[in-house]
């Protein structure tokens, strides 16, 4: 094991976390909990989530929503450290710092803010632009050796990368560049837009929520689109329910990928076998979130105690990269 390790990652409050969230990152992020104890810091990037237009009403329930999604996935307090991102102010501070060293042209060409610009084009907010400025702060605070990503996010961290460089080298040594750990083939669709990834910002009926009620699953899958592809191939969105399918039934994925081939697939029998197995797959899910959802002062509490063993750590190092640039 490398005990140098420190991992970082982070999910916005935008809504109950979504099939997508967890096997493009949580689901990771309890393995690497496990592999790499006391080394890892996950942040509920609650300053990240107001770049999009969001309800100051709401924020509160969804970092309260997110927080039980972590835990009933099964990230443990004991082994790593779950906080609210806003609470530890030294990455805003940080966040500064480096923007005055990150090229406006950087910024520009990173693919997720020219997506958001098309997708919210009345709030094109220069929070969005430094979106990963912040990112880097919060990773770089924590001197990350590791970051678990999906494809999405790669871009974002090589940036990372190039200010901890940049840093490095104008003020003197302090932040290790951070490595990718990719989390491979695990880029989950929308169920009604197949060649968009699934969203918590989309409509309700595109995604499905971990906690989802069996029934709801079923309907959800119901009207997932599953259109042929060309030349007789599977179409993308029967291609991400076989992908989910991997997860919860492998076997029944191996069947249902061979009745394809042979031109044979029946899609309300892949749809219904899949939802019948994603209600039993996420049912201890379920009754974890419930009974966390009944202790709300437990999971305040352990996020208070997350955002203490990261406050150490962040103020740490900002007292340091300060020093470096000259600031008393
Ligand atoms: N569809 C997806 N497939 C695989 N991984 C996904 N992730 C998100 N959607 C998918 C991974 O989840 C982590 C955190 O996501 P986030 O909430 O911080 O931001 P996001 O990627 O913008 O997620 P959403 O659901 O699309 O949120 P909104 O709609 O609020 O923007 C990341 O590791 C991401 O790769």
Same mark, same amino acid.
Do not use: F, G, R
């Given at each position: 094991m490398n005990r140098d390790a420190r991992i970082l990652s982070g999910i916005q409050p935008t809504g109950k976390l979504h099939l997508g969230n967890y096997l493009g990152a949580l689901k990771n992020w309890v393995a690497l909990q496990d592999e790499f104890p006391h080394a890892c810091y996950y942040c509920i990037v609650d300053l990240h989530a107001i +770049? @999009? %237009?969001?309800d100051p009403k709401e924020l509160k329930t969804n970092v309260f929503d997110t927080a039980l999604d972590f835990l009933a996935a099964g990230l443990d307090p004991d082994k790593a450290a779950i906080f609210?991102? *806003?609470?530890? *102010?030294e990455h805003s501070e940080l966040a500064w710092l480096l923007n005055t060293i990150t090229p406006i042209g950087m910024l520009e060409r990173m693919t997720q803010y020219k997506d958001k610009k098309k997708k919210h084009v009345d709030h094109i907010n220069a929070g969005l632009l430094n979106y990963p400025v912040l990112m880097a702060a919060d990773i770089l605070l924590y001197k990350a050796t590791m970051v678990p990503v999906g494809d999405d996010q790669v871009q974002h961290l090589e940036l990372t990368r190039e200010i901890a460089r940049k840093f490095n080298h104008s003020f003197g040594d302090v932040f290790p560049e951070p490595e990718p750990r990719l989390t491979r083939g695990a880029r989950i669709m929308s $169920? $009604? @837009? %197949? =060649?968009?990834k699934m969203s918590k *910002? =989309? +409509?309700?009926?595109s995604y499905i929520t971990l906690d989802e009620d069996p029934e709801r699953i079923k309907n959800k899958l119901k009207k997932a689109v599953t259109d042929a592809g060309t030349s007789g191939e599977l179409g993308p969105g029967a291609k991400n329910l076989l992908t989910i399918m991997e997860v919860v039934d492998p076997d029944a994925a191996d069947r249902f990928a061979k009745d394809a081939t042979e031109g044979q697939i029946r899609y309300s029998d892949l749809k219904m076998h899949l939802a019948d197995k994603l209600g039993e797959y996420f049912a201890p899910f379920r009754e974890r979130r419930r009974e966390l959802a009944a202790r709300p002062d437990t999971v305040w509490e352990l996020l208070l105690d997350g955002t203490q063993q990261a406050r150490r750590i962040a103020s740490a190092t900002f007292k340091e990269a300060k020093e470096k640039m000259g600031f008393i």
């Open positions: +770049t @999009a %237009p969001y609210i991102q *806003s609470q530890v *102010s $169920l $009604l @837009a %197949p =060649d968009n *910002s =989309d +409509t309700e009926k």
